[in-house]
């Protein structure tokens, strides 16, 4: 139910606060009858983007950081430091195979890509 993923959200930003974020996959809604790979790749993709788009995020607050607190040059290429990213995901009945797929999938793509 809608009700209770948004009181968990809820609680989990309460506890854990501005250093996490919560998205919950909408690429699924109404597409689940074209099985789990193609259900799976939807999350990947969503997923990339949130990623990309934290992972960003992080770097500029970064920069914006550094160059207040040290005076960096703005030539400094700080937009291809690497992020950590952590991820936990929590899927029910379809979307848990769903999560499962995309779990493999982006360590597969992080395992060829070093």
Known sequence: KKDDVAAAVDEVRSSLGQRVVVHSVTCN???TNDGVRAGGERCVEEMLQVIR????RTR???QR?????ENVSENDDE???VVDIYLSLVGNSLGGIYSRYAVAQLYYMSENKN
Request: glycine share 6%; charged share 55%; hydrophobic share 10%.
């Open 65 to 69: 950081n550094r160059k207040y607190n």
């Open 79 to 81: 937009l291809s430091e």
């Open 53 to 56: 788009k934290e992972a960003n």
């Open 29 to 31: 809604e109404g597409k």
């Open 60 to 62: 500029r607050k970064r």
